[in-house]
Structures are given as structure tokens and as C-alpha cells.
């Protein structure tokens, strides 16, 4: 069980998780680049630190790095020769691109202490003063592992999340959530941006603007966040992005096409291709309540166990023991 | 000024409006093709009515054709002769594509009394069980007129939904009205589409499907609704459309590209090209009221009066009088 955090960080994702660690009774220590949120966070019960070796030197459970990715080569650095002296931390992280992280931390060669973790949660808003431990209000969060990860190093942080932070998890390889990370937000950010980037090329953008209502709205929201952070977030995942929007160019193309022609069954077909998805969301926000079972977690090949678990559509919300995962059963598409 | 308007068809557009208008003071007789929510209409304070020809003996000002399309040549067709005993009784819609109304309506031979309308209200909803006259709170609609309209048969209709229904008006002509359209809403709904497309075709689409929050949701919110419905207003707009879908697919296909080329520079031209519009949605939301002033309406070339008004982004909010209307000055792109 985790006793002490230490929160590197105290942006939207680290100052909430931070306010939602110390609220939940963990002791939470916490280090940022500049010492402004101190005085809140430390009315807030969290332990603020002027270095990342003083937040080090209380020995936390897991460490969480919530900083910039552009910090975090050399905040890596700085912990190398600290986690050399602390073998029982680990450490963890909450970038929405995981593949890019773990290649920075083997390269810092912390790969052995290194879980990887992305909580699907999040807003327009950022920094200390957004921070709200509401933020995690029925989180899912990816923990992200390899082949080498330990399996103690993956419990201490799933339980973190689960226990602590009371969040369900799914457990995947990088490459699995990279890509599907990708299907879900960094490629339909591009495809919200080239919306209002083609409303603002439109001679009649005016009217344009004077007519939308729900949907443009709702379409356009996640192009009015900071597209500096957009555009950080796309760029680390940058191959998996390219192969959306070149599959969804095509399915745009198909579409105009077939208005061209007026291919009344294709146009058919277009609009029933979703249906699974529609069915899944009406089953969805009917179930008030999954089923739960127990999932027994092997010694060997848990990773695999558990990656097939999540690509059922399954959802770990605690642990019975070390060996003994509580999941919900939620519908399938 | 309107005293009594005829609502045919009592779905959630027409539904809506007509519990609006009662609430509003408006003597409302309405007929809809199955008598179900009559009932309920009546204690709303609705005239009910079991055919078109007696809701047109209540003389109406204005008709309001809330009606699904399909139905629209036969609903013409019944109305021709009673029109034509009701002289002063203007005609209008609130269908979501212009152009192909007036065709019909002419076709039938009913342009003289003819204005179109569109209000931008609606969600995923249908029917009158879902009508609430609050759909209209703070709606914009688009009034549509063409070199032909009588200047009296456009003041009718846009007295009525600034002044009963309370909301404001653009004035466009139909193509105006239906490529802004198609930029805001018809397209975008086809876009939405191909994402719920592309998650369903994805072999790891319940990975995906966990890992989506807000970004998600949101931007694919309209492909849940009815696709019978978005697949008729799309195939009604199909021409404008088109053209856009290509527009997006080469603007995917070049951020595809650039991204592959990792080209910085254009990528960081992709996400600084909606600035404009950014700005727009922030002046949008730090104003409270907009100023007003008013607008002169000249005899000769008031449609492109108010045309040059709505693409200068202002709205009209009421009338002084025949020939003077307030205007709501507001940003533009």
C-alpha cells in the first residue's frame, strides 16, 4: 500500500491529483518549478519542497512526474542519482503520449523503476489556480507497462490509482494506448482545428459564426484550448496521428464522392457503418452499474493477461490482493 | 404585428415554437398529421385542429411548415387553394436547407407568399414529447428572401420571432443561408460520422472507447443523433457539402503530410490559422450585451441591406418600425 506521494508538478493534472491525493488522507509531497502555488497547496495539506531532492528525501512510494515534456529530460536527470538512494520508489508519469516517456527514461536509465500512467481526464483550463480534485471524479486512467516492468513496480501505482485516487484503470503496452490515445483525442484535435481553420478561410465566415449553434460548438471546443499544448501533444505522436487523418481524408473524400454520385446506398452505408458505437453508448448510459468480477493475475505473461482484459472492454477497479484484480464488465463494441 | 400563427406539424421545432408563441401571448392553431399530442397541445393552450384547411379558416398571419420534407409537396399541395382564399396569410419553414424548400414552394406555385426560416435551435431529440418552448432561449434564426420577396410578407415572419418568439434574426439568401449551413453544421455532422466510423473499423476500438473523455464526446455527440435525419439534411445540402468535405480531406491530408515531413513551421501555421476565430469566441464571451443601434431599411435593395448587415456579423433584434430595425453589433472574424 502507498503512504507517501511525491507530485512533481503542481499544474491542472498534478496540482488536482495532488489536492485529491491529500484530501483522500495520503501524505503528498510536492515540488514545482516556480513556488507560487505553495502557500494554496500547503493549506490544501500538501507538503510543499524547494528541490526535487528535499521532496525525495521523504521517501515517497511512487513518484509522479506531472512537469512539461519539454522539462523532462533534465528533471530526470536530476532524479537518477536520488532514485539510485530510494530503489523502493517508483516512478511514474501522466503524459498523454507514453511511447516518447519511456524512451526518455530508459535513456536516463530509470527504465527499471518506470510505470507509465495517462489519466483520461482533463479540461481547456491549465496551471495551479484550475487545479480541483474533482478533476478525477470517475477517472479511467491507462498504466502503461513492457515486458521488463516489475510486477511489484505496476502494483504500487495501480493501487495508488485505484485505492488512493479511487480511479479505475486498464492496463496496456505504449504502443496500444499511443495508438489509441490517438484514435480518440490527438487525431480528432486535428480534425477540430482544421474546422475552425476552414471557418476562418470562409469569405462568409460571419454568417457562418451567426448560424452555429450545438454542434459547432460542441466540435469546435477542443480547438479553442492552447494549441501550443495541442500541437505538443500531436507531435509526440506523430505517426500514429498521420495514419488517422490520412484514413479519415479518405473516408471524407469517399463521402463527397458519393454526394457527387448520389450513391443513395453507399450514403446508406456511411451513416450505419456506427451503429456498434451507437449501441455501445445507448448500452453504456443505460447500465447504472457494472458487472464486477474477480480477475486472478498470473505470475508470467500478466501483462498479456491484463492487455486482453482491457481489449475486452473490462476495467480494474481494485485489488482483492497482490495477485487478485477487481473488474467490471462493461459492454463490448 | 402577428396575432394568430399556424404551426403545422407538432414535432420537437414545431412543438416547441408552438408552446413558445401560446406562452407568448399568440393565439396558435396547429395541426399535426397524427392527432397524439393534441391532448397535451390544448392544455398548453394550443388550438388544435384535424385538418390544414381548418387550421387556415383560424386566418393565420403567418404558417409555420414544421413539418418533416418528405412530406412538403403534399402539405404544398393541400395548401395551394386555401392560400389562395387567405390572401394575406404568409408562408413559411423552419427546414434546415433553404434552397430546396423554395424550389418546392414555387413549384407549387406558392413563392409569392413565401419566406424561409431557419432557427438554430434543436438537439438530439425528437417529437412532441420533447418540445419545450425553451429551445428557443436566446436562438438566432436565419429569415430567407430572394430579389422577389414582398418587403411585407419578410416584416411578418420577422416580426414574429423577434417580437413573439422572441430571439433574432439574420437576413440571407438561400445560398448564403445553406453554405453557412453546411459550414457549421452539415458538414461537421458528416465529419462526426466518419469519427464514430473510423473508432468502429479500429481493431482495438475497446481500448479506444476507454480511454475517451471529453475531447470524444464532444466531438461526436451529433453522430449519436438520428443518422435517417442527418443523412436527409446532408443529402438536401449536398452540393456545399461536398465541396467541403474535399476542403477538410486535403486540409488532413496536408497536416498528414506535414506531420510525416515533421515539418515545423507548417505545422505551427495549422494551429496558429484559427486564431481569428479564437478570438472571436473570446470577445464572444467577455461581452455581456452588445451594442445596439439602428438600421434603416431602404424600399429598393433591402435584401442586400441586410445581407451586407449579417455578413458585417450583426443581428436584428426588433423594429421601431416598417422601416427601421435594431441591430446587435457584434464581432467579427
Not at 516517456?101 to 481547456?124: F, I, S, T, W
Request: charged share 25%; net charge negative; proline share 5%.
Amino acid at each position: 500500500m502507498v503512504d507517501t506521494v511525491g507530485i512533481v508538478g503542481l499544474g491542472l493534472i498534478g496540482g488536482s491529483l495532488a489536492r485529491r491525493l491529500a484530501q483522500r488522507g495520503i501524505k503528498v509531497v510536492a515540488w514545482n518549478h516556480r513556488p507560487h502555488p505553495y502557500a494554496q497547496a500547503e493549506a490544501d495539506g500538501i507538503y510543499c519542497k524547494s528541490t526535487i531532492a528535499e521532496l525525495m528525501s521523504a521517501d515517497p512510494d511512487v513518484v509522479v512526474l506531472c512537469n512539461p515534456l519539454k522539462a523532462m529530460p533534465a528533471i530526470l536527470a536530476e532524479l537518477k542519482p536520488l532514485l539510485a538512494k530510494s530503489p523502493r520508489t517508483t516512478l511514474t508519469d501522466v503524459g498523454s503520449v507514453k511511447g516518447m516517456v519511456r524512451d526518455q527514461v530508459k535513456a536516463a536509465g530509470l527504465g527499471e523503476c518506470y510505470v507509465g500512467a495517462h489519466p483520461m481526464a482533463g479540461n481547456e483550463l491549465s496551471g495551479w489556480r484550475a487545479a480541483d480534485p474533482h478533476l478525477y471524479d470517475d477517472a479511467l486512467w491507462a498504466v502503461t507497462v513492457d515486458e521488463d516492468t516489475a510486477y511489484n513496480r505496476f502494483f504500487s501505482v495501480a493501487s495508488m490509482i485505484t485505492h488512493d485516487v479511487g480511479n479505475r484503470i486498464i492496463v496496456l503496452d505504449d504502443e496500444t494506448h499511443d495508438k489509441g490515445a490517438a484514435m480518440i483525442s490527438h487525431m480528432p484535435h486535428v480534425v477540430s482545428t482544421a474546422l475552425i481553420n476552414e471557418l476562418t478561410a470562409n469569405p462568409d465566415r460571419n454568417v457562418a459564426a451567426a448560424l452555429s449553434a450545438g454542434c459547432w460548438r460542441d466540435m469546435t471546443r477542443v480547438a479553442l484550448t492552447d494549441p501550443d499544448r495541442t500541437r505538443a501533444m500531436v507531435e509526440e505522436d506523430a505517426l500514429n496521428v498521420e495514419v488517422l487523418l490520412r484514413r479519415m481524408a479518405s473516408r471524407l473524400t469517399a463521402m463527397a464522392d458519393q454526394l457527387h454520385n448520389a450513391d443513395a446506398s453507399a450514403i446508406g452505408r456511411f451513416f450505419a457503418e456506427g451503429d456498434p458505437f451507437r449501441r455501445y453508448k445507448a448500452e453504456m448510459s443505460s447500465t447504472d452499474a457494472f458487472t464486477r468480477q474477480e480477475l486472478e493475475i498470473p505470475e508470467q505473461g500478466w501483462q498479456q493477461t491484463l492487455l486482453f482484459s482491457a481489449r475486452r472492454g473490462e476495467a480494474i477497479t481494485g485489488f482483492v490482493n497482490l495477485r487478485q484484480a477487481i473488474i467490471e464488465l462493461r459492454p463490448a463494441i
